[in-house]
């Protein structure tokens, strides 16, 4: 008996269910020899719909319990942060009323009176806050680091948001500082869900993508960076990995542009970006390494990526520099010089060269630490140290599982170079501006290499045993995050 076409009772040919069935959405949750390719358009749509439904669920429960920590830590921890918090509000302040700050001048009075009433905690080179009933009057270099601002070097897109939206919430009653605090864990709630959707975008299950999404939000120096003014990014390292790599789109224009979007921000956000290119570039140059099939024109348009994105942030920060560097007085001195920092020799390489390393890790205690004491905990500090261990040792996983998965191995190589490239980076400009250099690199610089991290932890857990463990892992951490303030009223 002559047997007809699989799919003789559908409204079109076998061939264009074929091509429905290549998509990319399919290769992520449907192999080949699953029963539900027999099944009529519709159902096909509507599992799909089903399954974009649930993802959208899993990224605003995320974005949930993201706002969930911030307005804890925002009402529990009034004071600034003991790191450049004041800074930060500072320039947001400025720049949303029109006026770019320049390095070196002294901190806007509303910036000092709300440190003085609001507090910090213990003191900074020994030099105690003002009070605040006479904050007013006090004289500027009675504030810590003689109350000068010294991060107007960074460039001002992200300050100009918050400082907008922070006015925007005052006329509510709300304070400049808490509008600019709840800016902040709104920019990290979207992009925590962002981050599970660039990590779905590697092909990883669902729970394995969400859970390294909340071991993010359940970093110390994330959670800290969702309640205080203060910015972190890393994202779009992801999604442009997966646009490469799964999607295997060459073009160059779409990185440039994000990279110059990034670099717009904050320089150091651009750590991912830039790992993220060193990988690409190398890959070009050494194919056979990259776990990637490419032809001899793929491999110069690889690389033309990586250029592209380079170029992108260099170009921003150097004309933002530039610009900068017009304004800025000839006989500035960082008030900060000397806190952290080294004079500079040719003697110094090996040193400088020594403190590459030092960011590997992310989360040591207390290097990498700016929680604020009303939110630490004893708990959270031992957290934080399980997770030091855990991170410095998941890029050299992921590289070694990447050699079975070659797909993800432009992954794995972006997160092992994530705290190098910040070492680099932070270096770099502390030699060049400064003609100084930093005694250590603290991991919180990397912040924006973490969001590589996840995703390397996602792909390394998406099997049947693991990805409970790295779930149970993940919500342990988020848990002890928000029980930590508590705790920390406790009496020791």
Same mark, same amino acid.
């Not at 319990?65 to 004041?86: G, K, M, Q, T, V």
């Not at 930060?88 to 720049?95: E, H, Q, R």
């Not at 463990?469 to 303030?485: D, K, N, R, T, W």
């Given at each position: 008996?002559?047997?007809?076409?699989?799919?003789?009772?559908?409204?079109?040919?076998?061939?264009?269910?074929?091509?429905?069935?290549?998509?990319?959405?399919?290769?992520?949750?449907?192999?080949?020899?699953?029963?539900?390719?027999?099944?009529?358009?519709?159902?096909?749509?509507?599992?799909?719909?089903?399954?974009?439904?649930?993802?959208?669920?899993?990224?605003?429960?995320?974005?949930?319990?993201?706002?969930?920590?911030?307005?804890?830590?925002?009402?529990?921890?009034?004071?600034?942060?003991?790191?450049?918090?004041?800074?930060?509000?500072?320039?947001?302040?400025?720049?949303?009323?029109?006026?770019?700050?320049?390095?070196?001048?002294?901190?806007?009075?509303?910036?000092?009176?709300?440190?003085?009433?609001?507090?910090?905690?213990?003191?900074?080179?020994?030099?105690?806050?003002?009070?605040?009933?006479?904050?007013?009057?006090?004289?500027?270099?009675?504030?810590?680091?003689?109350?000068?601002?010294?991060?107007?070097?960074?460039?001002?897109?992200?300050?100009?948001?918050?400082?907008?939206?922070?006015?925007?919430?005052?006329?509510?009653?709300?304070?400049?500082?808490?509008?600019?605090?709840?800016?902040?864990?709104?920019?990290?709630?979207?992009?925590?869900?962002?981050?599970?959707?660039?990590?779905?975008?590697?092909?990883?299950?669902? +729970? $394995?993508?969400?859970? =390294? @999404?909340? %071991?993010?939000? /359940?970093?110390?120096?994330?959670?800290?960076?969702? #309640?205080?003014?203060?910015?972190?990014?890393?994202?779009?390292?992801?999604?442009?990995?997966?646009?490469?790599?799964?999607?295997?789109?060459?073009?160059?224009?779409?990185?440039?542009?994000?990279?110059?979007?990034?670099?717009?921000?904050?320089?150091?956000?651009?750590?991912?970006?830039?790992?993220?290119?060193?990988?690409?570039?190398?890959?070009?140059?050494?194919?056979?390494?990259?776990?990637?099939?490419?032809?001899?024109?793929?491999?110069?348009?690889?690389?033309?990526?990586?250029?592209?994105? +380079? $170029?992108?942030?260099? =170009? @921003?920060? %150097?004309?933002? /520099?530039?610009?900068?560097?017009?304004?800025?007085? #000839?006989?500035?001195?960082?008030?900060?010089?000397?806190?952290?920092?080294?004079?500079?020799?040719?003697?110094?390489?090996?040193?400088?060269?020594?403190?590459?390393?030092?960011?590997?890790?992310?989360?040591?205690?207390?290097?990498?630490?700016?929680?604020?004491?009303?939110?630490?905990?004893?708990?959270?500090?031992?957290?934080?140290?399980?997770?030091?261990?855990?991170?410095?040792?998941?890029?050299?996983?992921?590289?070694?599982?990447?050699?079975?998965?070659?797909?993800?191995?432009?992954?794995?190589?972006?997160?092992?170079?994530?705290?190098?490239?910040?070492?680099?980076?932070?270096?770099?400009?502390?030699?060049?501006?400064?003609?100084?250099?930093?005694?250590?690199?603290?991991?919180?610089?990397?912040?924006?290499?973490?969001?590589?991290?996840?995703?390397?932890?996602?792909?390394?857990?998406?099997?049947?045993?693991?990805?409970?463990?790295?779930?149970?892992?993940?919500?342990?951490?988020?848990?002890?995050?928000?029980?930590?303030?508590?705790?920390?009223?406790?009496?020791?």
């Amino acid at each position: 008996m002559k047997v007809g076409p699989r799919f003789s009772l559908l409204p079109f040919p076998a061939a264009k269910i074929d091509c429905l069935v290549r998509s990319s959405w399919y290769k992520a949750h449907v192999t080949s020899c699953d029963t539900r390719l027999r099944l009529p358009p519709l159902r096909l749509s509507l599992h799909h719909l089903r399954h974009e439904r649930m993802d959208v669920v899993a990224a605003g429960t995320l974005a949930l319990l993201s706002l969930l920590w911030s307005l804890l830590a925002i009402i529990h921890s009034p004071e600034l942060s003991r790191l450049d918090e004041w800074t930060y509000l500072d320039y947001a302040w400025k720049v949303s009323a029109g006026h770019i700050p320049v390095a070196g001048e002294p901190v806007a009075r509303e910036i000092l009176v709300a440190w003085s009433c609001r507090g910090m905690d213990g003191t900074i080179q020994g030099v105690t806050l003002p009070t605040c009933s006479v904050a007013n009057g006090a004289d500027v270099s009675a504030w810590p680091y003689k109350g000068q601002n010294y991060n107007a070097f960074h460039p001002p897109v992200y300050f100009l948001l918050m400082g907008l939206f922070a006015r925007a919430v005052s006329v509510s009653g709300m304070s400049f500082v808490t509008g600019a605090r709840l800016f902040c864990g709104l920019v990290v709630a979207v992009s925590l869900s962002a981050l599970y959707f660039a990590i779905r975008r590697w092909r990883v299950g669902r +729970v $394995a993508a969400f859970s =390294a @999404t909340l %071991l993010t939000l /359940a970093t110390p120096g994330v959670a800290a960076s969702a #309640a205080i003014a203060h910015s972190v990014a890393g994202a779009c390292a992801v999604w442009l990995g997966a646009r490469i790599v799964v999607d295997r789109n060459f073009g160059w224009k779409v990185p440039a542009i994000v990279a110059v979007a990034v670099a717009s921000m904050r320089v150091i956000s651009t750590v991912g970006l830039l790992a993220l290119a060193l990988a690409v570039i190398l890959f070009a140059i050494f194919p056979r390494i990259s776990g990637m099939a490419v032809s001899s024109v793929e491999r110069r348009r690889l690389a033309g990526i990586g250029i592209a994105i +380079v $170029a992108g942030v260099m =170009a @921003t920060y %150097l004309a933002w /520099a530039l610009w900068q560097g017009i304004r800025t007085p #000839a006989s500035y001195v960082p008030a900060t010089k000397g806190v952290s920092t080294s004079e500079f020799g040719n003697s110094d390489i090996g040193r400088v060269l020594g403190t590459l390393i030092s960011a590997y890790g992310l989360s040591q205690y207390p290097q990498d630490w700016y929680m604020q004491l009303s939110l630490n905990s004893t708990v959270l500090v031992a957290w934080s140290t399980a997770l030091y261990c855990f991170y410095l040792a998941l890029p050299w996983v992921a590289l070694a599982v990447s050699f079975k998965e070659r797909t993800k191995r432009t992954l794995a190589a972006s997160a092992a170079a994530g705290p190098l490239v910040t070492g680099v980076v932070v270096q770099a400009r502390e030699i060049v501006t400064n003609a100084s250099f930093f005694r250590n690199i603290s991991g919180r610089y990397a912040l924006s290499a973490l969001p590589l991290f996840a995703a390397s932890a996602a792909f390394v857990c998406d099997r049947k045993w693991m990805r409970s463990g790295l779930c149970v892992f993940a919500s342990l951490g988020y848990a002890i995050v928000m029980i930590s303030p508590l705790l920390a009223d406790l009496p020791s």
